[in-house]
C-alpha cells in the first residue's frame, strides 16, 4: 500500500518554543493532507485540513496561529505548533488522500511531542 | 454532524475465541468506511475499507460488513490471537461537501493467552 511519513517520531522541547512536524506521501502525490490530534486513550480528532497551494481549513476550536500549515508541494505538508506549552503535548498524525485510490487516506506513523 | 460510536469500548477474550465489533455512524450519506488498527503508541494500520456500494469485504481472520442504511459496521475476527491485542478504530468518510473521516472512540481488545 501507499507509505505517508512523519518527522520527526519524537520530540521533546521546552515550553514557548515552535516545533515543525513534517508529513510526506512517499509514492502518490496528494492534493489534500489531513493532521489529527490523539491524547491518550482517545480517538483521533481531526485538526484541519491541508490544501496544496492554498490555505488550510482548521476545525472549529482549533487556533490557526498557533498551528500553522503549510502544504507548499503535493508531496509535502508541514504543521508547525508555535510557541508550545504541555498542554499542547500530544501525539499528531497526518494523513494523505490518494486520488487516484478512491480517496484512500493514509496515515502516517504519528509524531509524540512533549513541551515540558 | 456525522457521529461514529463503537461498542464495546473494551473487549478481553480468550485467545481462539471469535469476536465482533460494532460501530455505527449517524449520517448514511457515506462514501466509505474504513477499519484500522492501532497499537500503543503507534500510528494507525488499515485493515479493510468498505466502499458505499458493498456490504462486506474480508482480508485473512478478517471480515468487515456494513449497512448503510441503518448506519452500521461490523469487523468479525475469527480465531482471535494475543497478537490482536490492540485498539481497533471505525471510520467513515462522509460524501458530500464534508468529504473527511471521522473517527470511532475505539475499541480496545485484549486476546488472553
Known amino acids: 500500500g501507499a507509505v505517508v511519513s512523519q518527522h520527526p517520531s519524537w520530540v521533546i522541547c521546552k515550553s514557548g518554543t515552535s516545533v515543525k512536524i513534517e508529513c510526506r506521501s512517499l509514492?502518490?502525490?496528494?492534493?489534500?493532507m489531513f493532521w489529527y490530534r490523539q491524547f491518550p486513550k482517545q480517538s483521533l480528532m481531526l485538526m484541519a485540513t491541508?490544501?496544496?497551494?492554498?490555505?488550510?481549513?482548521?476545525e472549529q476550536g482549533v487556533e490557526k496561529d498557533k498551528f500553522l500549515i503549510n502544504h507548499a508541494s503535493l508531496t509535502l505538508s508541514t504543521l508547525t505548533v508555535t510557541s508550545a506549552h504541555p498542554e499542547d503535548s500530544s501525539f499528531y498524525i497526518c494523513?494523505?488522500?490518494?486520488?487516484?485510490?478512491?480517496?484512500?487516506?493514509?496515515f502516517g506513523p504519528g509524531t509524540r511531542l512533549t513541551v515540558l | 454532524k456525522q457521529e461514529v460510536t463503537q461498542i464495546p469500548a473494551a473487549l478481553s477474550v480468550p485467545e481462539g475465541e471469535n469476536l465482533v465489533l460494532n460501530c455505527s455512524f449517524t449520517?448514511?450519506?457515506?462514501?466509505?468506511l474504513q477499519w484500522f488498527r492501532q497499537d500503543p503508541g503507534k500510528g494507525l494500520t488499515s485493515l479493510l475499507l468498505?466502499?458505499?456500494?458493498?456490504r462486506e469485504q474480508t482480508s485473512g481472520r478478517l471480515n468487515a460488513s456494513l449497512d448503510k442504511s441503518s448506519g452500521r459496521s461490523t469487523l468479525y475476527i475469527a480465531a482471535s490471537q494475543p497478537g490482536d491485542s490492540a485498539t481497533y478504530l471505525c471510520?467513515?468518510?462522509?460524501?458530500?461537501?464534508?468529504?473527511?473521516?471521522?473517527f470511532g472512540s475505539g475499541t480496545q481488545l485484549t486476546v488472553l493467552p
Open positions: 494523513s494523505a488522500r490518494d486520488e487516484g485510490r478512491w480517496d484512500t487516506q493514509y
Open positions: 509514492d502518490f502525490q496528494a492534493t489534500t
Open positions: 491541508s490544501n496544496e497551494g492554498s490555505k488550510a481549513t482548521y
Open positions: 449520517d448514511s450519506a457515506i462514501y466509505n
Open positions: 468498505i466502499q458505499s456500494s458493498q
Open positions: 471510520a467513515v468518510f462522509s460524501s458530500g461537501s464534508a468529504r473527511q473521516l471521522t
